[in-house]
């Protein structure tokens, strides 16, 4: 903490947009790293404006570099479910970085991190897990494991999904890939993508005719459970029960990537939620605690091809690293101890009816999806089940509410094909002040329409 900011979090939140400092930093950023980013998906291209700098981070709150206080909602993409810099968290980190930052050797708390994992995740419960540092990790390897073991090459994904940057997975794409319009990334050679098909999410009966017309060839389906990379978009009832069913008719494995939804719309993963029960699961984000860590784990006499039980090779220098475990076992430790998942589905339920009961009052059009503590907010009229609803959305009216809620003080994710994310430390004043920001901004978005 800087002398002159004392406790920023308790200021009234300001004007976000880049400011002096920001711009600066962003200019010179421009010119040392790709469109100034390290991640896409940071990029202000969709909405216009330059990417504010982020100082600090607490609770609720994000500090600029420009001084000004912001209410989050994107929680650095999901990780944040306690809020930034929750005391417990900071301080399990901090221990453990004083014994030593990475030993790359076995080490206890491995073990106890693992025990949680195959204790309160379904899917993992009698099985095997691995750490990994990523979530594209994660799903990456869970589909070369896929397909070792049974011995088939095709996988089959949703439009609009979105499971890392893996070669494999770049087709139909969703967040940044669909933000950017580059939905199958350039450098990926097409014998790489030749084995990857695409269903829409939610139609599970074209799911069942790319099993007919692929006899004996697809290794494994790879879906989030409630999309959140093309918006959010949850599954239809029924839905996931019957991609499990017609999974096992077809000895393909059913992979929930769990990355962002995983101890976000439920303890131990949306698949918790939903009572259906994947082979493999993929999780991030959270299980980090924003830290980079990732998973992916299940069925035990699937788990058992990893090397070095079996033939399929994966590695990692940093994986199962001491301050990612910690992490993420304090963050999975205090959403057992407190479970506030309850809590986190009423103040989202308040923010979302209450942003859709203003739009509707001013007249524009939205939609908004809600599971838990992470929803979207579509400018269209008409439900929204799958991403081509998500691209029927009004991606003008969408940029325009993003800089006037921006201006108000309040940090969305610049993109209309991502989702919001709620926090602990969203606290109802937190919420009424996105409530009175979201009012102003319609009211402006409507002036336009
Ligand atoms: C974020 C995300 C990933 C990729 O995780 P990284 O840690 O960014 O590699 C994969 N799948 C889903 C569903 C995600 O939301």
Known sequence: MTPETPKFWTLPPGDGR??????????????????????PVRAFRSVGGDPPYIRAAHGAHLLTEDGVTLIDYVGSWGPAILGHAHP??????????Q???????????????AELLCRVVPALRGGLVRLVS???????????????????????????GYHGHADMLLVAAGSGAATLGIPGSGGVPEATVHD???????????????????????????????????????????????????????????????????????????????????????LGKIVGGGMPCGAYGGRRDIMQQIAPLGPVYQAGTLSGNPLAVAAGLATLGLLEREDPYAQLEAASAALVDGIAARAARHGVPMVGNRVGAMFTGFFRAGEVHNYDDAKGSDLAAFGRFHGEMLARGVYLAPSQFEAAFLSTAHDAGVIEHTLQAA???????????
């Open 196 to 282: 990857t098909l695409t269903v829409p999410f939610n139609d599970a009966e074209a799911f069942a005719r790319v099993l007919a017309e692929n006899p004996g060839q697809v290794a494994a389906i790879i879906i989030e459970p409630v999309a959140g990379n093309m918006g959010c978009v949850p599954p239809q009832p029924g839905y996931l029960q019957r991609l499990r069913e017609l999974c096992s008719e077809h000895g393909t494995l059913l992979i929930l990537d769990e990355v962002m939804t995983g101890f976000r719309v439920a303890f131990g993963g949306a698949h918790a939620r939903y009572g259906v029960t994947p082979d493999l699961v993929c």
């Open 18 to 39: 880049a400011g002096p400092r920001s711009r600066a930093l962003f200019t010179a950023a421009q010119s040392l790293i790709p469109g100034g980013v390290n991640s």
């Open 88 to 97: 417990a968290v900071i301080e399990a980190v901090t221990r453990a970085a």
């Open 134 to 160: 990523s979530g594209t990790e994660a799903t990456m390897s869970a589909l070369r494991l896929a397909r070792g073991f049974t011995g088939r090459t095709k996988i089959v994904k949703a439009d609009g």
């Open 439 to 449: 009012d102003e901004a319609l009211a402006i978005v409507a002036r336009h329409a």
């Open 99 to 113: 014994d030593g930052l990475s030993f790359g050797a076995c080490a206890a708390g491995e073990v106890e991190f």
